[in-house]
DNA sequence: ATCAAAAGCTTCAACCTTGAAGTTTTAAGC
DNA sequence: GCTTAAAACTTCAAGGTTGAAGCTTTTGAT
């Protein structure tokens, strides 16, 4: 293995640990103080960025998790009058699912103290800093996208 | 909430997503070419870069797990006669865990892939730029680390 | 119109993950 | 020495996660 492969692999190692340490702690925060799980908070989140609402499968690939996974997340959101689930284009296959009132107050919250915690987290990173590190990250991403 | 959080905001989301990008084909390689999962390779890897083994706690503070969720982890690989557990000066409370041979050689050809397909994943990132992005992951993960 | 293939879900078993509660063992204070 | 606190695990229930298998519905090719 060459010396470029471990600064590669060096990088990975460290976007994940950055990743785990941020989301152990963001975890901890939405359920203590919201009785809320991270995978629960970011199909809401990806539901209220999409307007309208979401296929199943849409949903499934914008948060890159199987499609038998978000079966029973949505079914426990939807139990709790979080999200409305219907038949869209009369395609009898789909479930379109969509935030309920409930389900956007109760994000609208949430998102707001997710913003604020994420901002204390990461208070020392300057906001020129954190715009290059996005762009990059962007970059990354579209890069591995492109592998398969 | 200010400019800067949403800046700070996309930073952590696009973290995230690039993360999980990753972490999708990993899983799915050491799945497919080894029958692995990734905690697996993880607590495998841990060891393999503490030399004399680790006891538990030790094990779940690096890899940022749960106490509970390494006993099960942990069982498994034993069973499978990867890692191999004792006790650890006379202190009958701890579970001092090592890899065993066939673990160091199971890890070491499941190590080389996984260097290999993220040498591939992440061609196109120039070495200085790796470079550059981790000592700034790096520093971000300390800043997090210091709240709490 | 027919029928094979694909799309969209759901179900399932196995594993991962967590935090809370409980056990045993060690350390600390008196 | 005794007793309380702390440390290190394990167990457990609830939820998350996956890929495989299976079901229904739609699409596309003929």
Known sequence: MNAE??????????????????EVRVRERLRVEHGATLPRFDVLATLARAEEGLILSELSERLM????????IVDRLEADGLIDRRRRNGDR?????????????VFERMAAEHER??????ADVEAEEAERLST???GLLAQVEAHS
């Open 93 to 105: 296959r789909t479930s379109f699912v969509s935030l309920s009132e409930e389900g956007q107050a």
């Open 5 to 22: 492969s471990k600064v590669r692999l060096r990088l990975w190692l460290r976007l994940l640990r950055a990743t785990r340490a941020i």
């Open 136 to 138: 990059r990250l962007d």
């Open 65 to 72: 998790v199987s499609n038998g996974n978000l079966t029973g």
């Open 117 to 122: 915690w994420i901002d204390e987290l990461l």
